[in-house]
C-alpha cells in the first residue's frame, strides 16, 4: 500500500484522541490520581496500530490528559510507563503471530495482563519517589482497579473486532 505511512499516522492521531478521551472522560478521582479507560485504548492501539506510531500515540495521549487534568507531576511517569506497555503488548503480539487463533486470543489476553502490570509497577515505583511507599501503597488499590477493567473490556472489544472481521480490516501493522 503507498499510502501507509499518512494511513498510520491518520491512525495514531485518532488513538492519541481516543486515549486522552479514555483517560480525560471516562474516569474516577482517586486521592492520587484517577482511575480510567484510557489504558483499553492504548492496548487497542497496540493491536490495531503496532509500532512507534501506537507508542508515540499512547504515550502523548495519556499524558495530555495528565497534564490537563492538573495532574502535570505525572506526566513523565506516564510517557515511560504507557510507552512500555505498548512495548510489551507489541512484543506478546509479535510471539503469537504463526500460532493458532486460541493461542493468538489467549497471548493476547496475557499480553494485556502483563501490560497492565507494567502499569501498576510503574506508577507504584514513580508514586514512592514521589510520595513515598505510604502513598504509593495508597495508589495500588486505584491502579489495579484501572488495570483489571482495562484488560476486562480490551478482552471484550478485541474478541467482537476479531469474531466481526473487523479486526484484519482495520489493522495497519
Known amino acids: 500500500m503507498k499510502n501507509k505511512p499518512i494511513l498510520k499516522a491518520v491512525y495514531a492521531a485518532l488513538f492519541m484522541a ?8 471516562i474516569r474516577v478521582p482517586l486521592p492520587f490520581g484517577y482511575f480510567n ?6 492496548l487497542l492501539s497496540a493491536v490495531i496500530l503496532g509500532g512507534a506510531y501506537a507508542v508515540v500515540a499512547s ?18 511517569a506516564t510517557v515511560i510507563v504507557k510507552s512500555l506497555m505498548v512495548i510489551a503488548m507489541i512484543a506478546m503480539l509479535r510471539l503469537c503471530k ?20 507494567i502499569m501498576i509497577c510503574g506508577y507504584f515505583i514513580y508514586d514512592t519517589i514521589v510520595y513515598g ?19 476486562v ?12 472481521g473487523l479486526l484484519k480490516r482495520i489493522q495497519v501493522q
Open 133 to 151: 511507599f505510604a502513598g504509593a501503597v495508597a495508589s495500588l488499590p486505584g491502579n489495579i482497579l484501572q488495570g483489571c477493567a482495562a484488560v
Open 18 to 25: 481516543f486515549v486522552f478521551v479514555g483517560t480525560q472522560f
Open 59 to 76: 504515550a502523548l495521549g495519556a499524558a495530555l490528559a495528565d497534564i490537563l487534568s492538573g495532574y502535570v507531576v505525572y506526566a513523565p
Open 98 to 117: 504463526n500460532k493458532g487463533k486460541g493461542a493468538q486470543n489467549i497471548l493476547s489476553c496475557v499480553g494485556a495482563v502483563v501490560s497492565e502490570c
Open 153 to 164: 473490556v480490551f478482552v471484550i472489544v478485541f474478541a467482537v473486532l476479531k469474531q466481526t
Open 37 to 42: 479507560m484510557g489504558d483499553c485504548f492504548i
